[in-house]
């Protein structure tokens, strides 16, 4: 498998997190966002992912994009650990913290969006952040365990670090969030979170290693 990847996108870090917990080995092909008025908008990558963004994985000769697509992919061709519970319910549950987060929180404070707002970028990531975080933490109050759903991880955990990992760099005040804080306390302690950390990957700028 190939991962087109970019340190700090959350979106990549999930697939990264995917990755490493059902130890697939991977290559990875850095795509910055930032350099060249952002490598995304190459030709050349224009052709592999039409949205140019970022991740893509090339995995059993297809290409993929979005990050919850290729999780469910490796959900179905990997299946253990399972990132989805066998109980409707709770799979249920981990589908709609992870829509939650994917839908509802990064979009609205990606990368494209922020470049639009101009010196407002911080206010409206921190809004736009708060706004999600308010009703996620009320969710989880319902959902969680040790992690989002119950005691096993799942593909909603691999959705909420990175996006505290961006509140946290947008400087959101976590302190209303003590669930939210706790589950993602407890998953940075797994190794699979670690070795994917932005801190940590080939393309992570010297200045902001681990």
Not at 11 to 36: E, F, H, Q, T
Not at 88 to 103: C, F, L, T, W
Not at 136 to 158: F, K, N, W
Not at 172 to 188: E, G, H
Request: glycine share 4%; aromatic share 8%.
């Amino acid at each position: 498998p190939i991962l087109y990847s970019y340190f700090r996108s959350s979106c990549s870090w999930r697939v990264r997190i995917a990755l490493a917990l059902k130890g697939i080995a991977y290559d990875m092909v850095p795509v910055n966002l930032l350099k060249d008025g952002g490598q995304q908008f190459s030709a050349e990558f224009k052709a592999m992912n039409p949205m140019q963004q970022v991740p893509a994985l090339k995995i059993d000769g297809i290409t993929l994009s979005q990050s919850l697509a290729i999780i469910h992919y490796l959900e179905d061709t990997h299946p253990t650990p399972r990132l989805l519970p066998q109980d409707p319910k709770k799979r249920a549950q981990v589908r709609m913290v992870a829509d939650h987060i994917v839908s509802g929180i990064q979009p609205l404070q990606n990368l494209s969006v922020l470049k639009q707002m101009g010196e407002k970028k911080t206010e409206w990531a921190q809004n736009c952040i708060a706004s999600g975080f308010q009703a996620l933490e009320q969710i989880l109050q319902h959902t969680a365990g040790r992690y989002c759903v119950g005691d096993e991880v799942s593909m909603a955990d691999l959705c909420l670090v990175p996006q505290v990992f961006n509140a946290e760099r947008f400087k959101v005040d976590m302190s209303p969030y003590p669930t939210i804080t706790r589950i993602n306390k407890a998953l940075l302690e797994l190794e699979a979170f670690k070795v994917s950390h932005p801190s940590r990957q080939p393309d992570t700028p010297a200045e902001l290693r681990a």
